[in-house]
Every structure is written in structure tokens, then in C-alpha cells.
């Protein structure tokens, strides 16, 4: 079974900290997501990567950045968070891009909290 | 517009009780496209593909319209642990998924 573990399940943090949540995945997936979810809005990308130090702009990429220097590691950064960043994030992993196979595997998810 | 559109419901049913979600997306190059179910608090994961030929898995039947853009899942004989929310999923003609927002069903004993 594929495995997509998350950091933090639950994060609380202040105006201005600089976040890091951090996503593992076991099953040597090319693909890694970052997406976030909120009440009535679904599950927005955020940002994206398709191979080791490659990443590539999601729908919603402003005030966070990402690392890849691992295959099986994808990194989320808050580099200054703000309340509006209170949300579920949610890390995915897949092992292509595109087409009918294309499962992406979520991991629990982090409830991030900004006060 | 919304690219993937779903009614968020709930659908509130009885168990044994027969229910249709539909779903509508945009992209007509979109190319692949499937179902994920969200138990509360939880990841989604994945509950089948749609395929062009429409798929069944158990109680459960998805269908695709691509001349109308329209996908469904068939629910048959509701048991409680349907209770969840559906997300509709689709790819973008990169190949991203894009997901709608759900639809919550809540089995009633």
C-alpha cells in the first residue's frame, strides 16, 4: 500500500512565522501536490513537482513556496503566515502525470491554524 | 464558472435507498476523470475511474457524457458506511486533477 505521511496532523501558529509542513511518500512517486481545502471551495493546488528540485506553480501558489530535494520528500512553506492561510493541507502523491492511472494518494492531512 | 460543478447536497437517504450524484466540468479536453470519496476529517481517496464505457464496482456505477460534460455515480442498496462526501474529479488538459467541491451523503438508519 502506498504511504503518504504528513508532518504535523494539527499546527498552530502566529501572524509572521515562517511555516514548514513536510510530506513522505514510500512508493517512489514521480509526482507530488500540495493542495489546500476549505469549507466550500474544494481542494485547491497550490504547487506541484514532477521530479526531484522541479517544481511548478499551482492554481493558488501566492504567499507559499515548496523543496524538493528528495524524491520522496515535498516540502510546504510559509515563508510569513497570515489568518487567511487557515486551512486543511493536504499532500499527494502519484506515480505519472496525466491519463486514466494517474491515482494520486493523499496523505492525512495537517489542520494548520494561523492566529 | 466553476470547472468541475457538484451539487454539495446532503443527500440525506435511507439505508437500502438508491442515489445519483451528478457532475459537470468544463475542460472538453479533459481526459480523465474519476471519484474520490472523504469520510469526515479524513484524505480523500480514491472510489473508481469513469471510464468512456461507464464502470461498475460493486453497488457502485459511474458513468461519462462527454458530449454533455456530465459524469455520475450510482449508489445501490445505501449502507451507512456510505455516509461520506464525493468529489468528482477531473484532469486538466495538462493533466492535473481538478476537483469539485463535493457532494455530502448522509445514510440514515
Known amino acids: 500500500d502506498v504511504k503518504v505521511t504528513q508532518s504535523s496532523r494539527y499546527l498552530v501558529k502566529r501572524t509572521g512565522e515562517k511555516v514548514f509542513l513536510e510530506c513522505v511518500q514510500d512508493?517512489?512517486?514521480?509526482?507530488m501536490f500540495w493542495y489546500r481545502q476549505d469549507p466550500g471551495l474544494g481542494l485547491r493546488l497550490i504547487y506541484f513537482s514532477y521530479d526531484v528540485k522541479m517544481k511548478e506553480k499551482g492554481d493558488i501558489p501566492e504567499g507559499y513556496s515548496v523543496s524538493r530535494e528528495k524524491k520522496e520528500r515535498f516540502s510546504l512553506i510559509l515563508e510569513s503566515a497570515s489568518t487567511n492561510q487557515t486551512s486543511m493541507y493536504l499532500c499527494a502523491s502519484s506515480l505519472t502525470a496525466g491519463g486514466r492511472e494517474d491515482t494520486q494518494y493523499f496523505g492525512p492531512g495537517t489542520r494548520l491554524t494561523v492566529l | 464558472r466553476k470547472e468541475v460543478e457538484q451539487d454539495p447536497g446532503p443527500f440525506n437517504v435511507p439505508e437500502g435507498a438508491t442515489v445519483a450524484f451528478n457532475c459537470t466540468y468544463s475542460?472538453?479536453?479533459?481526459?480523465?476523470f474519476f471519484w474520490y470519496r472523504q469520510d469526515c476529517r479524513k484524505e480523500p481517496k480514491l472510489l473508481m475511474s469513469?471510464?468512456?464505457s461507464g464502470n461498475e464496482d460493486g453497488r457502485f456505477t459511474a458513468q461519462l457524457n462527454r458530449a454533455s460534460q456530465y459524469i455520475s455515480l450510482l449508489i445501490r442498496d445505501s449502507k451507512l458506511s456510505d455516509s461520506a462526501t464525493y468529489l468528482c474529479?477531473?484532469?486538466?488538459?495538462?493533466?492535473?486533477?481538478?476537483f469539485g467541491q463535493g457532494t455530502t451523503l448522509q445514510v440514515k438508519p
Open positions: 512508493m517512489d512517486h514521480e509526482n
Open positions: 475542460n472538453s479536453a479533459s481526459q480523465s
Open positions: 474529479v477531473v484532469t486538466d488538459d495538462t493533466g492535473k486533477l481538478i
Open positions: 469513469v471510464y468512456s
